[in-house]
Structure formats: C-alpha cells, structure tokens
C-alpha cells in the first residue's frame, strides 16, 4: 500500500509516466421487443426481457497526473489480452517514455510472465523493460486510480443496454472523448501519513521492551 502512494506523489515527468490499468466486464445485452423512443412529454419504454448476448473485457489505462484515458475492449481477459494491452501502452501510447510506472491490482494475468506467453522471449523481455510494476495489496485494488474512472464509466456510459461489441466501443471512446477534452483528472489525497492513522490496525504491533 505504501509503494503504491509514494508512487501517487511523485510529480508528473512525461518520461517516466504513472499509469493506471484496472479491467472490468460488461455483459452484452440485446433486446426481444424493439423499444419505444423517447417523445415529447413522455419517456422511453423498454421490455423487461431480454436477452444474453455474452460477455466482453473492459481495460481501463488511466494517467491521472495527465488528465488521460483509453479504453480498450475486448473479446476475453487472457493472458495475451494483458499483453497486448501492456504492448499498445509502450509502443503506442509513450513510445517516447523511458519507463512506464504501472499501477495495478495483483490478478493473476497481472504479470510480466503474461508477455512471455504471446511473444517471443526478446520482444517479451524489451516490453518487460519498458515498464515498472507496481502493484496494489490484496483487498486494496481502491488503491488503483484506473477503479475510480471504470466506477464513472459504469454510472455514465454503462448502465445502459448494450447488446454487441462493436456498440459498446462507439459507446466508450465517446465517453473517453468526453472526458479526454475537458482533461478531467483524479485529486488524490490520500497519503502514506494517512494510511497509518486511519489504517492503523493494519500495521503489525512492534513491542520495543
């Protein structure tokens, strides 16, 4: 917890950019009866069925100090999803980085080991380099600031039926866009001070006597 909040108060350097990675699901749902839109002076009306059109993976990489987003979606949340994902950060998003500081919770495809499984070994090792892992403690993804920005998209974007991927994508890199323009950034207060006043029963009991 610690590593991850001295992390957050390092100032901004576009060489060694914080970036959050966090990844959630939405389930794809289509409708069974075509809904009535919206009239003046009345409100949509949408049947209560519906039906199950599978799931897809949601990647959120954040920069807070920057006030930036992408979001990625796709089929599955593999191993090589990861990869992929970690490949668009360094070679798309901060090819001019000389290391990206990575925040993420601790999921098992949380790991470098992930690269060695859809690359070959050099390519896998010259991501691996690219990149400074941090990792937030069990029970504290909170901690991730990427949870803060999937948590808004799912109240503004995603609470709504979406019943394919390719719709679900129009819908995300609009609310991106949204966000992306007006640089909306993350204030984050919490501090290591904090943390151990407030988390005080967390920390082990050191007897000096």
Known sequence: MEDVLEVYRR?????????????????LIGEVQTPVLAAPCQMAHYDYEYVRNGVANIFMISEPLAGQRDVEVTD???????????????NEMYP???????????LNTHSPASLY?????????????RFEFHYTPKHGSW??????????????????RIDNADA??????????????????????????????RLKRLYPSIDES
């Open 117 to 129: 499984e859809a690359f070959e070994p050099g390519e896998a090792k010259r991501l691996t380099d």
């Open 168 to 197: 679900l994508r129009r819908e995300v890199r609009a609310w991106e866009t949204m966000r992306d323009t007006a640089e909306t950034k993350v204030n984050w207060q919490f501090t290591t001070a904090d943390a151990r006043i």
């Open 96 to 106: 001019d980085a000389e290391v990206v500081v990575l925040v993420q919770d601790n």
């Open 76 to 90: 599955r949340r593999t191993k090589k999803d990861y990869a992929r994902c970690l490949r668009k950060i360094a």
């Open 143 to 160: 901690l991730d600031m990427a949870e803060i920005e999937l948590s808004i998209l799912g109240r503004q974007c995603l609470s709504q």
């Open 11 to 27: 100032p901004y350097d576009p060489k060694r950019p914080v970036v959050c990675l966090d990844e959630t699901s939405k389930q």
